[in-house]
Structures are given as C-alpha cells and as structure tokens.
C-alpha cells in the first residue's frame, strides 16, 4: 500500500512541474508573442471595453473622447472635431488599429503609463488613464484649414524657439469616427473607401509627402554659402535670362525667362535661378550636401508622430559626373526633395538662430486626476548656422518680403521673414510653397506652406501668389494681428 501511495505521489508531483512549467511558458516566455497573435482578439477587445484617456487642443478643445456604449465593447471613441485634426489625433479602430496621437501615446491614454498613486490603487478597481493635451491649438488650426481652402496641400506652423507644432493642416483629410465604429462592416466600407479616393485622405501630406521645394531650398544654398564658402556671398553673379548648364548643351532659365544677377541678397530677393545655381557649382556637392545635412535633410525629423518621412538630398557622389544635376539642386529641383514640416523646420532654424529644436505635437499628459504625469521639455535637434550668418540670413529673406517675390506674405506692423517657391513637377504644372517666421526680430511662429500643382494654370500658379496669402492669414492668427 504504501508503494503504491508512494508512486501516486511521484506522479502528482511530475504533473505538478508539468503545470507549472506549461503555466510559465504561457504567462512569462510567449505572453507577448500570444498577446499580439493575429488571431488574439482579446488584447483589443480590452482596450476597446475600457475607460480611454481624452486628447485635447492647447486651447481645450476635445480631439477624442470615450463615451458609453450599448453593446459589447462598452465604450465609443468619439472626435468631435471630425476632419479637423485626423491626421494629429489619428484614430482608433478594432480593425485597422491605431494611427497618429492615438497610436504615439496608446500607453499614456490605456493608462498604462500612469503609476500607482495610492496602495489601495492595487486592489480596487478605478480606471487610471492619461490625458494628453496637443501643443496645437483648435483656431490656428481653423485658420490654416480655412486659407488653405479646398486646394490640396499642407500648412504647418511652429514655435521656432522650442519646436511646439501650433497647427498641422493637410488637405484632403478624413472624418475618423467612421474607423472607430463598432459595426465593422460599415468600418470596412468606410476604409475601402478612403483608400479608393484618389485625393488619398488618409495621407498627412504636412510630415509623410516629399515635394521638390524648388526655391524655398535656395535658403539652405544661402546657409551653405554663409558657413563654408563666405567669400561667394559677395561675388557679382552675372545678369543672365539663363545658364548654360555644364556638360550639356542645355540651359537652365530663370523663371519667366527674366534677367537677375548680382550678390547673394540681391540673388534670394528675386529668387535667381541663375545665380544660385552658378553658386551651387561654385561650392561644390560636397558642401551643399554638408549644409542640407545640418539643416536635418536625410535625417529623420523626431516628431512624436508615427511613420513622418525623411527629407532627402542626394549623395555627394552623385554629382561626380553630373553637375546639371549638382546646378539644379543648388536651386531645389532635381532629386532634391522635402516635406512641409522640413521646410518649417528650415525656417525655424535661420528664425532661432542657426538652431532646430525637436518638433512635438505634445505638451503634456495629466492622470484622470489631473495631477501632472510629464510634460514635453524642448530640446535641440540640429545646429545648423552659426548666430551671426543666420541673422545675416534673415536680414536677406526680410527684403524677399519687403521688396521681393514674397510681398503678398507681408503682415501689417510686423516684420516678416520670407522665402518663395514655384517647383516645377509636370509639363508646365508647379507646387507653390512659401516659407516665413514672424516676428523677423524675435519669432514665435515659422511657417511652411505647400499648394499641390493645379493641371493647365501653368506660369500663375507661384509661392508668391498663391502659398504668399495662405502663410500671411496663418501668421496673422498666429501673432493675434488678424
């Protein structure tokens, strides 16, 4: 009998390692692998049934909200403010998961971000989550959405001195409440639809889609000239209506077939094709490439907001044999290429002094409580000029504004800092851009603005006539003026 107790025992006790192994390798070694299983619904059905923190404006606007709900997931995200801020806040969807704020900071809103603040936290259960209030603000946003119209395009706006994003417009956008629905046929036929639209809603064209910025880069070939090649900025460029182009037997015209030359202001204040281009040449890829470096291109920008592009500019290497190629991009064509945020990044450099702080849509996360959790602490991202050439810098792109091609940016009892663009993409068809801060002497706002080339308007559609008055209304809420 007690052999037989004693073999009982023996099996019980291997069963027992058994469980006890299997339970560890399911809670500890494959919880994650499990947890994020394709087929593992119950992660998301989760967070979908919970308490989910509020995204606001700066000036208190509701982005997203959770409301109660009569069926299985007991709670609705809901975006008061539709379209207006879809590709910031971004949206939450059992089926297609998360996109923008929603997914950047999906910790802070769970609550899983947000410690214990009392021991008794531990064994009752109050949903803890976080709110997270945007350095955006509800009017400029308004206001950049309203000038921009219903062209397609992007307008971003930013504080020079610590890289708080103000407003960040991309149109067309999207009404992300569809996404967010509990019936996921009808979200299945809201997402067919927006990747069928050819206007491509769900695109944030401001941080995810590269443009030639054409002569708004002319500002990064006036930095190269300033910090690696100071005595060209006084060299007279010749009066030309076009450049013969080495290598080839083509030129490169100035816009309208007009006649420029003469110094380096003299150059950006009429946005000289000749001339910069000859200057591109005279500097060499290498130091062209070196300043557009510095100024973030080819680099990532860390903005706290998923997937944002790169800004590119090519390869030193890649103008050996081609210096068309090197004449073009000094002048913002060619390979060259740069999202909205870049180019207000841009301005925002020469505005703060040769210094690009980290852009970030965030300003804070509260607990429910409304006890502070961290709030965004700025930072430097790239040292692109020294103080004395970008106040020289600014100085140039003050008379572009003043008695140049960015008269139409002009606002009434402040001082602006601008640069125009007019890139060529198809046949006769071009993007308008127009970069600028304000105050010129002591910023608080830099702005890009980008209008998408229109088919058949041909030589109208310019930075200065069409992006001029966008980024003039933007500029004018921005600084209370308007």
């Not at 639209?197 to 000239?225: E, N």
């Not at 100071?230 to 030309?240: C, D, F, M, Q, R």
């Not at 040292?383 to 020289?392: D, R, T």
């Not at 970069?435 to 088919?455: C, D, G, L």
Request: glycine share 8%.
């Amino acid at each position: 009998m007690d052999r037989q107790i004693r073999k009982l025992a023996v099996v019980l006790i291997v069963m027992f390692f058994i469980l006890f192994a299997k339970l560890n390798d399911l809670q500890v070694v494959r919880a994650d692998k499990l947890a994020t299983a394709p087929g593992n619904t119950r992660a998301i059905v989760r967070d979908f049934s919970r308490e989910r923190g509020v995204i606001q404006t700066a000036d208190g606007a509701i982005v997203a909200q959770s409301v109660p709900s009569n069926d299985d997931f007991e709670r609705l995200r809901q975006y008061p403010e539709g379209a207006l801020f879809a590709h910031v806040g971004g949206y939450f969807s059992f089926t297609y998961g998360t996109e923008g704020v929603e997914r950047t900071f999906n910790a802070d809103l769970a609550g899983r971000s947000v410690g214990l603040k009392k021991l008794t936290d531990l064994v009752t259960d109050r949903t803890r989550t976080g709110n997270v209030t945007l350095t955006l603000s509800k009017a400029l946003q308004q206001v950049a959405r309203d000038a921009l119209g219903n062209r397609t395009g992007a307008v971003v706006a930013l504080n020079p001195t610590d890289g708080a994003v103000l407003a960040m417009w991309s149109n067309p956008s999207f009404d992300p409440n569809p996404l967010a629905a509990h019936d996921q046929k009808a979200v299945q036929a809201a997402w067919t639809s927006l990747q069928d639209d050819p206007g491509k809603p769900l695109l944030p064209r401001a941080y995810r889609r590269s443009y030639a910025p054409g002569s708004t880069f002319k500002v990064v070939t006036a930095a190269a000239t300033l910090e690696r090649h100071p005595e060209l900025a006084t060299k007279p460029y010749p009066v030309l209506r076009d450049l013969d182009l080495p290598q080839t037997d083509a030129n490169l015209p100035n816009f309208g077939k007009s006649a420029c030359g003469g110094t380096l202001p003299d150059l950006l204040r009429v946005s000289c094709n000749t001339g910069f281009a000859q200057l591109g040449l005279d500097m060499g890829a290498e130091a062209l490439a070196g300043e557009a470096g510095d100024f973030g291109f080819n680099t990532k920008p860390p903005l706290d907001l998923p997937a944002v592009a790169r800004s590119t500019f090519p390869d030193v290497a890649a103008f050996r044999q081609d210096q068309p190629a090197l004449a073009k991009s000094a002048i913002g064509q060619q390979d060259v290429a740069a999202t909205p945020l870049q180019m207000a990044l841009v301005a925002a450099g020469v505005a703060n002094g040769g210094v690009i702080m980290k852009p970030h849509v965030l300003a804070e996360v509260r607990d429910s409580e409304g006890e502070l959790v961290r709030s965004a602490q700025p930072a430097q991202w790239m040292k692109a000029m020294e103080p004395q050439n970008a106040a020289a810098l600014r100085d140039m792109m003050i008379t572009v504004v003043n008695n140049g091609t960015a008269g139409r940016a002009a606002v009434p009892g402040v001082q602006v800092a601008a640069k125009t663009g007019t890139a060529q993409t198809v046949g006769d068809n071009s993007h308008a851009w127009l970069i600028a801060f304000a105050p010129a002497e002591q910023p608080r706002v830099a702005v890009a603005v980008i209008v998408e080339s229109q088919p058949g308007l041909g030589d109208t559609v310019t930075g200065g006539r069409i992006a001029a008055p966008i980024a003039q209304a933007v500029l004018k809420a921005a600084l209370g003026t308007s």
